[in-house]
């Protein structure tokens, strides 16, 4: 099964393929130059910018790290239409926990009400909250979901200002 070279979720049928390349739709097709741009950047760099921000604060809460990629999945219903996603940020455990609990009490107010999906996605979220907050990625070093999302807004900054020169 394909994956999204920019949001990397699983890609059913249909997408956009650009060149070898493949997008989950135009959106993250428009934001393929970031991951073509992400991948210029030295290992080292990255990494250096990953433990900066690793052993940082928290940008949500201020709070002391280790920061890190934390997802938490949501699912809302009405009648026949069931919308379902995950939500990754970058945070302290505390404040990924608390987005998981979050999005695990609006999932079971608002995802039973669509037939068949929301029954059928409303415990698969909350479950996956669940086990997200058992789960937590290593303290002791980052996760490559983290660089990955690093690697990506560093080429955001590159292509901000390539598009802006002259302002910083």
Known sequence: ?????????????????????????????????????????????????????????????????????????????????????SRPAICCRRCGNKRRLGDAAFSLVLGWWGFPWGLVMTPVQVLRNLVGSLRAPDPERPSAQLEKQLRLHLAQQVVAAQRSPGQV
Not at 32 to 51: K, M, P, W
Not at 54 to 75: A, E, F, I, L, M
Request: some cysteine; glycine content about 10%; aromatic content about 8%.
């Open 1 to 85: 099964m394909a994956r999204c070279a920019y949001c990397d979720t699983r890609i059913l049928f249909g997408g956009k393929q650009i060149g070898e390349r493949r997008y989950c739709g135009d959106k993250c097709a428009t934001h393929g130059a970031l991951a073509i741009a992400a991948e210029s950047f030295s290992a080292q760099d990255v990494a250096h910018h990953v433990t900066l921000v690793h052993r940082g604060n928290c940008p949500k809460c201020d709070g002391q790290g280790p920061v890190d990629v934390h997802t938490s999945h949501r699912v809302w219903s009405a009648l026949f239409m069931t919308q379902w996603s």
